[in-house]
């Protein structure tokens, strides 16, 4: 029988995974679930059409980051350790059930996915089957930034350059008030990161870029290889920084081919 402080702790869990998680299908027996972790200023509604493009016994969660769409009222996260340490509490119950799991990471999202699963993996004995990262070079190469800190209009163009996939915002002034702030946070969430000395997953790893892509040279994206003892493949798609919005159904026939 369970005791009641066990059940309220096990109902604390829960309610901080459904603040945290967006799930978008829900097999009634996955043999997989691919949790999604979006780009700077991005949310968990970026993957919300991916489930009709993988198989169907693959579960769709997604990350909800704070500050934005639905927890726009509350702070964002002040540095990527803290968001890390949040999102490791929050999937632990869920990922604990026995059904594999698999990460994708997009831009900011593939630096929070790979620190995710490494906290997992020491942490709680919970290991991923596979490593998607997207768009980025990894941890151990960031370097110090100052871009979050640059006046709304320089922010703006720098963004601009990058093909920011909601680009359309910053041409209203309302909305461009309204999702700035958490895209600010999140650079300055990168542009301050300083990770410890790399530690290698024993999982493998598929990076992807956009072959035009000016922001990450694919030399630096190579460079994901040095964080697997498992495989390291790659993968470029015609496009930028956010290549995977035109690209998306050649980007998710080349996951659904290299999910566990």
Same mark, same amino acid.
């Given at each position: 029988?369970? *005791?009641?402080?066990? $059940?309220?702790?096990?109902?604390?869990?829960?309610?901080?995974?459904?603040?945290?998680?967006?799930?978008? +299908?829900?097999?009634?027996?996955?043999?997989?679930? &691919?949790?999604?972790?979006? !780009?700077? $200023?991005?949310?968990? +509604?970026?993957?919300?059409?991916?489930?009709?493009?993988?198989?169907?016994?693959?579960?769709? /969660?997604?990350?909800?980051?704070?500050?934005?769409?639905?927890?726009?009222?509350?702070?964002?996260?002040?540095?990527?350790?803290?968001?890390?340490?949040?999102?490791?509490?929050?999937?632990?119950?869920?990922? +604990?059930?026995?059904?594999?799991?698999?990460?994708? #990471?997009?831009?900011?999202?593939?630096?929070?996915?790979?620190?995710?699963?490494?906290?997992?993996?020491?942490?709680?004995? @919970?290991?991923?089957?596979?490593?998607?990262? +997207?768009?980025?070079?990894?941890? !151990? @190469?960031?370097?110090? #930034? *100052?871009?979050? @800190?640059?006046?709304?209009?320089?922010?703006?163009?720098?963004?601009?350059?990058?093909?920011?996939?909601?680009?359309?915002?910053?041409?209203?002034?309302?909305?461009?008030?309204?999702? &700035?702030?958490?895209?600010?946070?999140?650079?300055?969430?990168?542009?301050?990161?300083?990770?410890?000395?790399?530690?290698? /997953?024993?999982?493998?790893?598929?990076?992807?870029?956009?072959?035009?892509?000016?922001?990450?040279?694919?030399?630096?994206? &190579?460079?994901?290889?040095? &964080?697997?003892?498992?495989?390291?493949?790659? !993968?470029?798609?015609? #496009?930028? !920084?956010?290549?995977?919005?035109?690209?998306?159904?050649?980007?998710?026939?080349?996951?659904?081919?290299?999910?566990?």
């Amino acid at each position: 029988m369970e *005791t009641p402080i066990a $059940g309220s702790r096990r109902a604390a869990a829960a309610g901080t995974g459904q603040r945290w998680l967006r799930r978008f +299908s829900a097999p009634p027996a996955p043999r997989l679930r &691919l949790v999604c972790f979006a !780009h700077a $200023g991005g949310s968990a +509604s970026s993957f919300r059409t991916w489930p009709s493009s993988l198989p169907p016994d693959v579960e769709v /969660l997604a990350i909800r980051y704070p500050g934005r769409q639905d927890r726009l009222a509350e702070p964002c996260a002040e540095t990527l350790d803290g968001l890390v340490g949040d999102v490791v509490g929050a999937l632990a119950e869920p990922l +604990s059930d026995g059904v594999p799991f698999a990460f994708f #990471g997009h831009s900011m999202g593939s630096a929070i996915a790979f620190e995710v699963a490494a906290r997992l993996d020491r942490r709680c004995g @919970l290991r991923a089957a596979a490593l998607f990262v +997207s768009a980025a070079a990894p941890p !151990h @190469l960031y370097q110090p #930034g *100052t871009l979050h @800190l640059a006046d709304d209009d320089a922010f703006v163009a720098a963004l601009r350059r990058l093909g920011a996939a909601d680009g359309e915002f910053f041409a209203h002034e309302e909305l461009r008030a309204m999702v &700035l702030p958490s895209i600010r946070a999140d650079f300055r969430l990168i542009e301050t990161h300083r990770p410890g000395p790399p530690v290698p /997953l024993a999982v493998p790893i598929r990076a992807y870029s956009g072959t035009g892509d000016s922001s990450v040279d694919v030399p630096a994206l &190579l460079r994901w290889a040095e &964080l697997t003892t498992a495989d390291f493949t790659h !993968h470029a798609f015609p #496009g930028d !920084h956010f290549y995977l919005v035109p690209s998306e159904a050649e980007l998710l026939a080349d996951l659904a081919r290299h999910l566990p």
